[in-house]
């Protein structure tokens, strides 16, 4: 099923900041980042699609990551630490509401 383009435009931000594929290490705070500025159904269909166009050990450290941010905070440093490798993306640290998605790439 293809993403709204609003959730397309995150996951490109998120290839954009981590073009190498993001490290098992940075999972977390990525979630905790994203379940902080979009619904739980929003988080769980970008980690879908990441995992679906990640290699399996990947897959696997996605779903730890989500269950990992349920469980417990990322630290501030950790998510300081994606969010300005997104912000070098493009990514807008904005909430969501704050934009029109007809207007998105």
Known sequence: MALPPFLSSIIN???????????DVDYVPLFALLGSQLSDSDVHA?????????????ADAIRKAIAAVTDHRASDADVARVRSRLAAGGWPLAKPEHFDARNWP
């Open 13 to 23: 931000w998120v290839r954009e900041g981590y073009p190498e594929g993001v490290p």
């Open 46 to 58: 970008i980690a879908e699609e990441l995992e679906n166009s990640s290699k399996p050990e990947s």
